[in-house]
Nanobody, 121 residues
Framework: EVQLVESGGGLVQPGESLRLSCTASGFDFGRYFMGWVRQVPGKGLEWVSITYPDGKTSKYTDSVKGRFTISRDNARNTLFLQMNSLKSEDAAMYYC??????????????WGPGTQVLVSS
């Protein structure tokens, strides 16, 4: 059974940092594109970042470029998202996701329950 479990969310002030983690199980983690998707209540999903199976290539949505860094540890089946210089507009539920491919349009086939990020002064 594929399982993705996120952690690391919380309440921070603007300009602060958070590091999200996602522990994966039930599949060969190192063979899949992995990434993060976020959602604000009442709004649609926003693709945040995706990384190649080997972690050497990644891409980001424009609004987080230069502030967020995705990484993975395939030996520990773990995906990370380092979020720096957080802004109020980054507040959302963040979902660790397994993607079908490199293109956002290929979609995701599994995701976790999410971890909440709140940014407020």
């Amino acid at each position: 059974e594929v399982q993705l479990v996120e952690s690391g969310g919380g309440l921070v002030q603007p300009g602060e940092s958070l590091r999200l983690s996602c522990t994966a199980s039930g599949f060969d983690f190192g063979r899949y594109f992995m990434g993060w998707v976020r959602q604000v209540p009442g709004k649609g999903l926003e693709w945040v970042s995706i990384t190649y199976p080997d972690g050497k290539t990644s891409k980001y949505t424009d609004s987080v470029k230069g502030r967020f860094t995705i990484s993975r540890d395939n030996a520990r089946n773990t995906l990370f998202l380092q979020m720096n210089s957080l802004k109020s507009e980054d507040a959302a539920m963040y979902y660790c996701s397994r993607f079908r491919g490199w293109e956002w349009s290929e979609g995701r086939d599994y995701w976790g329950p999410g971890t909440q990020v709140l940014v407020s002064s």
